[in-house]
Structure formats: C-alpha cells, structure tokens
C-alpha cells in the first residue's frame, strides 16, 4: 500500500508538471502583452505632455509677440502725439 501511494503521488506531480509546463507559454503570453500595454500607455503620456509642453511653448512666444506689438503701438502713438504737438507749436 506504501508504494501505491508513491506512485500516485508521483504521477499526480507528473500530470501537475504537464499542466504548469503547458500554461507556461499561455502565462508568458500575458505577461508580454501587460508590459506591452505599459509600454504603450508610457509612450502615449510622454508624447501628450511633449504636446503640452509645445504648446505652452507657442503660448508663451505669442504672449511675447502681442506685448511687443502693444508696445510698439504705444510708442508710435506717443510719437504722433509729439509730432501733433510740435505742428501746433
């Protein structure tokens, strides 16, 4: 009885091996796709905050542009001012 007992053990361990070996490759397969699938949502954060970057970039040259523009209008205003004044004079 002691020996059958041993070899029932030993062929539920060969048919455990048998079904770990088989769900091997399945296990594998998920776990290249879950880090596949990291991969990707990384990528796609970092190409979203590049985007973002760009464009607060863009902002910020714009803003610089319209204060310009303001200024240069104000000083040409001020000039005809001046120029006004001077006509009259």
Do not use: C, H, P
């Amino acid at each position: 009885m002691e020996n059958g007992y041993v070899i029932i053990g030993i062929i539920a361990l060969l048919f455990v091996s048998m079904y770990g070996y088989s769900y091997w490759s399945v296990f594998k397969e998920k776990a290249k796709q879950k880090e596949e699938g990291l991969m990707q949502k990384k990528a796609q954060e970092k190409r979203r905050q590049d985007r973002v970057e760009k464009q607060e970039a863009l902002l910020e040259r714009v803003r610089v542009f319209n204060e310009r523009k303001e200024e240069k209008r104000a000083e040409t205003r001020m000039l005809r001012k001046v120029k006004k004044e001077q006509k009259v004079s």
